[in-house]
T-cell receptor, first 112, second 116 residues
């Protein structure tokens, strides 16, 4: 079955370390997205990519970086510059602009 | 600027009551898309409905119905005869043109508690 795989489900890191969250999709979707979810704030867009080798900053891109070298993959790096990295991170994709988003199961990152 | 506003943070109802979740959006585009998603306690987001800006026809799907009104920039969601399984966080979302393509912005969500 097609879908989006995020790994790992839980991730723990020490403050000051960079960490990369994996997102892989086999839906043949062109567009991929990263969202961050904090309690009471809904989902906030970090980065999005409409096509391979191109990506755009979302509303809260500071302290994050991404790459889109392959259509199937859109990894997110949480850098040490991100002041409050502990959150639930969701990766999503869609076929085109009027299509609903397909979400992965998320990665819960805890930085201490 | 807040693009999607869900003013109700939490709603609590008793089973079989009807409940309406409000969503107000803001956009300058003439072409845009509106969505509702459900996030049950397990965490995964489930797509419920999509509407484009040119289609104001209301829709009913079983116990769910949606009221889209461009004049008030609202896209409200009603659950009729609520059930305990409807307990979840519901998100309204707006997809509009951003740099490099369409991007989807979510509201803060409304947490619905349905008590037996």
């Amino acid at each position: 079955d097609g879908g989006i795989t995020q790994s790992p489900k839980y991730l723990f890191r020490k403050e000051g370390q960079n960490v990369t969250l994996s997102c892989e999709q086999n839906l043949n979707h062109d567009a991929m997205y990263w969202y961050r979810q904090d309690p009471g704030q809904g989902l906030r867009l970090i980065y999005y990519s409409q096509i391979v080798n191109d990506f755009q900053k979302g509303d809260i891109a500071e302290g994050y970086s991404v790459s889109r070298e392959k259509k199937e993959s859109f990894p997110l790096t949480v850098t040490s510059a991100q002041k409050n990295p502990t959150a639930f991170y969701l990766c999503a994709s869609n076929r085109d602009s009027n299509s609903p988003l397909h979400f992965g199961n998320g990665t819960r990152l805890t930085v201490t | 600027a807040q693009k999607v506003t869900q003013a109700q943070t939490e709603i609590s109802v008793v089973e079989k009551e009807d409940v309406t979740l409000d969503c107000v959006y803001e956009t300058r585009d003439t072409t845009y898309y509106l969505f509702w998603y459900k996030q049950p306690p397990s965490g995964e987001l489930v797509f419920l409905i999509r509407r484009n800006s040119f289609d104001e026809q209301n829709e009913i799907s079983g116990r769910y119905s949606w009221n889209f009104q461009k004049s008030t920039s609202s896209f409200n969601f009603t659950i009729t005869a609520s059930q305990v399984v409807d307990s979840a966080v519901y998100f309204c979302a707006l997809s509009e043109w951003g740099t490099g393509g369409f991007k989807t912005i979510f509201g803060a969500g409304t947490r619905l508690f349905v008590k037996a």
